[in-house]
């Protein structure tokens, strides 16, 4: 998993990545005219699967966060100016997190900590306490084997809710924020074969966030448009390569519609 984001505040974006062989993470300072410095590696715990870049302590410095699934934790590095970073502080989280973000979920404007866990069929929230601190994890149950998370206002609350992607369930999870960075259960939504990734972008240009999902073992994608309210239609399919493992959103032909694109494992594409 790979980040970018200005690190050492030069105005010039620097790449963080997270090696899961090594259980580390590697920062390359942008040095100009798209290149960079040698690797600084900073240790983590083990198997870091996905990794994000934000400011956890209102420093205005971005810090480091990663989802390591062989540990069953996060590891928080802060930083310490100049693009380098504190050694970890690690959090607990449910089992095999695969997926993490990072938001202000109980509109304190403090960034907090949600992760996808695979292992336990959760996800778990940790609320920033100050500082880069966090509130030991509340548990959620999701659908099967949740490999991807995202969080929307899906509806029109001002609350930020959560969204699943449950790889062994085939379904898509949903769990509308009730206030101070809780969740209601979640209500599912059937996708097709084996959901990797998720999305959340207004594709039908009517101001409310809908859900798009890849479906890695139907190759398809799957796209629920919101209905109002945090409820969503049921799937639309469309067929895309072979076993797409990432989606994404975005206007790529400047027509002010969003697009989506697929990042298909099976056959390089």
Excluded at 234 to 263: H, R
Aim: charged share 10%; net charge negative.
């Amino acid at each position: 998993s790979v980040a970018v984001a200005d690190v050492n505040s030069d105005n010039k974006p620097d790449i963080v990545i997270a090696n899961q062989a090594s259980n580390s993470t590697s920062v390359l300072l942008n040095i100009g005219t798209g290149t960079f410095s040698p690797q600084v590696t900073y240790s983590v715990d083990g198997n870091p699967c996905a990794i994000v870049v934000a400011d956890l302590n209102s420093d205005n410095k971005p810090d480091i966060v990663t989802a390591n699934r062989g540990s069953n934790t996060i590891s928080v590095l802060l930083n310490v100016g100049n693009g380098t970073f504190s050694p970890q502080v690690t959090c607990p989280v449910g089992v095999n997190p695969q997926s993490v973000v990072v938001a202000d979920v109980n509109s304190d404007n403090e960034s907090d900590i949600v992760t996808a866990n695979a292992g336990s069929h959760t996800i778990s929230v940790l609320l920033n306490t100050g500082n880069g601190n966090f509130s030991p994890e509340t548990s959620y149950s999701v659908g099967w084997a949740p490999h991807s998370v995202v969080v929307a206002d899906v509806n029109s609350d001002n609350n930020l809710d959560i969204i699943t992607a449950n790889i062994g369930s085939n379904t898509t999870g949903v769990l509308l924020n009730i206030g101070n960075g809780t969740f209601s259960s979640q209500t599912e939504y059937s996708v097709d074969g084996n959901p990797r990734s998720v999305a959340v972008a207004d594709i039908n240009s009517d101001s409310k966030p809908d859900i798009v999902i890849a479906n890695q073992a139907s190759n398809t994608i799957s796209v629920l448009l919101n209905v109002g309210n945090g409820t969503f239609s049921s799937q639309t399919t469309y067929p895309v390569g072979a076993i797409p493992g990432s989606v994404a959103v975005a206007d790529v032909n400047s027509d002010n519609k969003p697009d989506i694109v697929v990042a298909n494992v099976g056959e390089d594409t």
